[in-house]
């Protein structure tokens, strides 16, 4: 057994061990896009059906086999129309050179002041009921949206988000983008969603965010104008009527760490609602 195990590796060359590598950091950075998307039950479903194909072959069952084969088939070829949006992710990372590469974050002290500067301006906001949609860009770059509005290149304070945000100027019923400490374009227009299942409760404000969250990493901060509520868009689901600990909390680890503490947010703010 020792012999034959060292008579493998004898066979195996460098390329060989730099071709796996490169192939599995491709799988995992596949999952890293996918693994907080709807598109994960899909995958699980493609899986569940490829192992069902191998055990129907290897138990000799051909009808249940043959079915099973032409229905993996039908489902390769529709793979593009499904995964769509996650595909055009992919090709926007790879455009932009951000596969193997994080934007910028800062230290824990920085992101503080800077979660304390939004969560005033949005504070503020929804006391006086003054509607505001703010981007948050992550991975993804935002170019192409910041490039419909205007430029602005400013350091996020509460003062400036308060003045962007006025009711009845130019600004106010776009969306502000903001990436890392600077406020980089305002009155941007948000694709909006086209999913018809959502409240009636739920305005253009709102339905825009989520259309973003749909089709990029960036997360949305949303403050209503009827109501006042505080919500936050990503991945494509919104999450409504925060408070000012709750904003903070989802908030920091985005700008000075890889988000690790969605699902933990998510089940506080959950049970918070109980």
């Not at 499904?82 to 455009?95: D, M, S, T, Y």
């Not at 949206?145 to 600004?171: K, Q, Y």
């Amino acid at each position: 057994m020792l012999i034959e195990i060292k008579g493998l590796l004898s066979t195996i060359s460098a390329l060989d061990v730099v071709d796996i590598i490169v192939v599995a950091i491709i799988l995992y950075k596949s999952y890293e896009m996918l693994k907080n998307t709807r598109a994960i039950t899909l995958v699980k479903g493609i899986i569940v059906l490829l192992v069902l194909t191998i055990v129907s072959d290897w138990l000799g069952l051909h009808v249940i086999y043959w079915l099973l084969q032409k229905t993996v088939t039908l489902l390769f070829v529709a793979l593009p129309i499904v995964f769509q949006p996650e595909l055009r992710r992919a090709l926007e990372h790879i455009g932009q050179g951000r596969v193997f590469v994080r934007s910028s974050l800062l230290d824990i002290h920085e992101a503080r002041s800077l979660v304390n500067e939004i969560d005033s301006a949005v504070v503020r906001m929804a006391q006086k009921k003054t509607g505001a949609l703010i981007v948050i860009e992550r991975e993804m770059g935002l170019d192409d949206i910041a490039s419909n509005g205007i430029f602005i290149d400013g350091v996020v304070s509460s003062e400036l988000l308060m003045n962007i945000f006025i009711v009845n100027t130019p600004l106010h019923d776009g969306a502000t983008i903001i990436r890392g400490k600077r406020i980089i374009a305002s009155g941007c227009l948000l694709p909006l969603t086209d999913d018809r299942t959502l409240s009636t409760e739920l305005g253009t404000r709102h339905r825009a965010a989520i259309g973003l969250s749909e089709q990029c990493d960036a997360v949305v901060v949303v403050v209503s104008e009827e109501t006042g509520t505080i919500s936050v868009a990503e991945h494509g689901r919104i999450y409504r009527h925060l408070d000012s600990d709750q904003l903070k909390q989802y908030l920091i680890p985005l700008f000075s760490q890889k988000s690790s503490v969605f699902s933990d947010f998510i089940r506080n703010w959950r049970n918070n609602k109980k």
